[in-house]
């Protein structure tokens, strides 16, 4: 007859097989957190994903919606549109591993249908005005004129230069456009060496500036004040100039502070020279070189014609000045000092003895004679490195009276 198990032993093999239940319960309770874990890291990663994703290119969603405007507006008129300034772009992905995405961020193959309407390159800053006091003046200047010098030589040290004697300060905008106007005939050894000390002075003074030669053809008699009237017009043709100087070419300045502008007043830069014992020879005087505005000038009617010969122009402009309200700047005598190229005078251009009848009568006479009677013929201009040289004829000197 079988004995019957006892009942420790059938609790025994539950309590063991209720255990290992428990244990796959957990286990699958643990796989099925770690599923979940990594489910819930991709969609993670994945949302990360499309927020970088769309970051990059949300700079870029005007071009989408600028293009479905302007094909939704176009599809029955595209010209249209095209007046009323819709721009149409189109992309061209043939391009081999060549996406939409790089093309935005490139700008590559983006190709308007229509011309855009602004200029998309940004306009350069405007310069600041130049200084009053340019920084870079050098003060008092050895000059002297016993080296021999080539324009060969001036050109080199003057690269900055233009054709036709033109310079424009590149980091400042100047106050004044100059033009200087210089008399000619005969003269160029003193030229050369004119241009070789002005134009590192001109540039050290943050000037925008021209210099006109104007050159009398034949072997009449000379006038200076005529081929200056003469300077100021042919220079207006060239740019639109709004101060002038007026400078004799055997006349170099000896401190780059005497600063060729213009001023509120007529100016005269030549106050003392070597010949004059470095002094003004009288009150009076407004010789060698000048300046005036342009309205200054024509408030005086420009210079006399009728001064043939040597002498006498100058004190008629001083009297024009002085009868027309104005009065004449100077420097300060220090700075105003020139040396003169020492040479024998000019033929043809002899003293004029009529000179001192003409300063009597020059209230009489600066209203008919002067810029608004200038006749001339012009023969050439022609360009140079450094200069504009003008030929001009200029006529004759009427006969003077026969004296009896």
């Known amino acids: 007859m079988p004995v019957a198990a006892p009942a420790s032993s059938w609790l025994a093999v539950a309590g063991r097989s209720s255990t290992s239940a428990m244990t796959r319960l957990m286990l699958g309770r643990t796989l099925e957190r770690i599923c979940k874990g990594v489910l819930l890291l991709c969609l993670l990663h994945f ?54 995405a790089s093309y935005l961020a490139t ?50 040290e003057n690269p900055n230069v233009t054709e036709g004697g033109r310079y424009t300060p590149p980091d400042c905008r100047p106050r004044w456009k100059v033009a ?46 005529k081929l200056l009237n003469v300077g100021y017009t042919e220079a207006m043709k060239e740019a639109e100039y709004d101060c002038f100087i007026f400078s004799d070419v055997d ?14 007043q007529p100016r ?71 040396r003169m190229i020492k040479h024998e005078r000019d033929k043809h251009n002899e003293p004029n003895p009529q000179r001192f009848n003409k300063i009597q009568n020059t209230k009489n006479t600066m209203k008919k004679d002067g810029i608004s009677s200038l006749t001339y013929r012009l023969v050439q201009v022609k360009k140079y490195p450094l200069y504009t040289n003008i030929s001009v004829e200029i006529g004759k000197p009427p006969p003077r009276p026969f004296k009896g």
């Open 47 to 100: 949302l990360i994903m499309m927020i970088l994703y769309f970051d990059v290119y949300t700079q870029r969603f005007d071009l989408f919606s600028r293009f479905n405007n302007g094909r939704n507006g176009s599809r029955n008129n595209i010209s249209g549109a095209a007046g009323n300034g819709h721009h149409f772009y189109f992309y061209n992905l043939s391009r081999p591993n060549a996406t939409l």
């Open 107 to 156: 700008g590559e193959q983006l190709v308007p249908s229509v011309q855009p309407e602004t200029n998309q390159t940004p306009s350069p800053k405007p310069l600041p005005p130049c200084p009053e006091i340019p920084p870079g003046l050098v003060g008092r200047l050895l000059i002297e004129f016993s080296s021999q010098m080539t324009m060969e030589r001036v050109q080199k």
């Open 180 to 225: 200087i106007i210089i008399p000619f005939r005969h003269r160029e050894n003193h030229l050369k060496y004119w241009l070789h000390y002005l134009h590192p002075i001109l540039r050290r003074q943050r000037i925008d500036y021209g210099i006109y030669i104007i050159n009398q053809l034949g072997e009449d008699t000379f006038n200076r004040a």
């Open 251 to 264: 006349l170099i300045p000896m401190d780059d502070r005497n600063l060729y502008h213009c001023y509120d």
């Open 268 to 338: 005269h830069f030549a106050i003392a020279m070597d010949k004059f014992g470095f002094r003004l020879p009288y009150a009076g005087y407004f010789g060698g070189v000048s300046g005036l505005s342009k309205k200054q000038f024509l408030k005086i009617n420009g210079f006399p014609n009728e001064y043939w010969g040597w002498g006498g122009e100058d004190d008629d402009i001083y009297n024009r000045i002085t009868l027309n309200g104005m009065k004449v700047s100077r420097p300060d005598v220090r700075i105003g000092r020139y």
